[in-house]
């Protein structure tokens, strides 16, 4: 495992590793209550789909046990506002949302019992979702590595590691863990715009587990795809609609095309929690815009113009047919589909 942790409960409340300020320092600031969770979440102090959906549902946890001695009815209304607020903190990765609803079952099922023991309950739920997320992530990691040559070249984009997730990581989960069985990992990195978590969070995870990394400009990538012998892409996702397209951080389509160009394999690792049946294809996807101060400019320096027109959706929608495969814990799904995601699902 990492020697650092993305989210972790010490002394009765969540505190999170702030991604905002890494590489530079590494701080664990406290919260105390579901809409300071919510604020984290939006504010970028944790990201990542599966790290967004682990801290909401430790969310959940921490305002139960705020609203403790409270009545029982004043227990119910607050965290109903509780979930309202966490569920509208970051629309795209719909991890989100199934962490609110498994939180939302554990609730139901804690009916009748005091609010000391729901309290408990939830701090319960919330610990096996992290928990199961890191075996997800195990599960995909041996199912990935196993696509990798011994001896190769990985091009990732954005972050899909450990800190986007509740340990281990998705894209980076599978680098990891074919490192892990032996195989000679090399990583090209893009820097990600607008918010550089390639080059903040990826290139930092990486060399803090020894594998050797080079960070790129996002617009280098298809020159080194032409040029040096790249095997892999490996990408994450925020959400992946029912036929295959994939929603992950900006600027992922534009790998996928140029993966395809160059006849290079292009794999999305996924925990099935990021499938959204109810999204049928990627149009039905929404993309978060951001503040435009994050193209504009970072860590307090502004290269823009004042008053230049900005547009900043964070995320982009990347077509089933630029999918080689999608990795998730119950196996490889090649050339994915409405009918292989519905197998894959069970439905």
Same mark, same amino acid.
């Given at each position: ?8 409960? &010490? ?14 320092? #590494? ?12 604020? +984290?979440?939006?504010?970028? &102090? ?15 946890? &921490? ?25 509208? #903190?970051?629309?795209? +990765? ?76 998705? @894209?980076?989960?599978?680098?990891? #863990? +074919? @490192? ?51 095997? +892999? ?39 099935? #929690? ?39 959706? &964070? ?33």
């Amino acid at each position: 495992m990492p020697a650092f942790h993305t989210l972790r409960w &010490v002394d009765d409340t969540l505190e999170l590793l702030d991604q905002k300020l890494l590489p530079a320092r #590494s701080e664990y600031p406290r919260f105390g209550s579901a809409a300071a969770v919510a604020g +984290a979440i939006r504010d970028l &102090v944790v990201r990542g789909a599966p790290a967004i959906g682990c801290a909401a549902a430790y969310g959940i946890a &921490v305002e139960a046990r705020r609203l403790r001695g409270q009545s029982p009815a004043q227990f119910d209304a607050g965290l109903q506002q509780a979930f309202e607020v966490l569920g509208a #903190s970051r629309p795209t +990765a719909v991890n989100l949302h199934w962490a609110l609803d498994r939180m939302r079952t554990h609730l139901a099922g804690s009916e009748g019992m005091d609010n000391n023991a729901r309290a408990d309950a939830l701090l319960a739920a919330a610990r096996d979702i992290a928990d199961e997320d890191v075996r997800i992530n195990r599960a995909m990691g041996t199912h990935g590595a196993a696509l990798l040559p011994d001896v190769c070249c990985v091009m990732t984009h954005c972050n899909a590691g450990a800190l986007a997730t509740a340990g281990h990581g998705t @894209a980076l989960g599978i680098i990891r #863990s +074919a @490192a892990s069985a032996g195989k000679k990992i090399e990583v090209i990195a893009n820097e990600t715009r607008p918010f550089l978590q390639g080059a903040r969070l990826t290139a930092w995870e990486l060399q803090q587990d020894g594998i050797p990394v080079t960070l790129i400009a996002d617009s280098a990538a298809g020159y080194l795809m032409g040029r040096r012998n790249i095997d +892999a892409v490996i990408v994450g996702a925020d959400r992946v609609a029912a036929n295959g397209d994939v929603a992950n951080k900006i600027g992922t389509y534009m790998m996928a095309v140029l993966a395809r160009r160059h006849g290079i394999p292009f794999y999305v690792a996924c925990p099935l #929690s990021t499938i959204d049946p109810s999204s049928p294809d990627g149009s039905a996807i929404p993309i978060e815009e951001r503040d435009a101060g994050e193209v504009a400019g970072y860590g307090g320096l502004r290269w823009a113009p004042q008053d230049i027109r900005i547009t900043n959706p &964070v995320f982009d929608v990347t077509p089933a047919d630029l999918v080689t495969a999608l990795v998730t814990e119950r196996g490889v799904l090649e050339s994915p589909s409405s009918a292989g995601i519905r197998e894959l699902l069970g439905r």
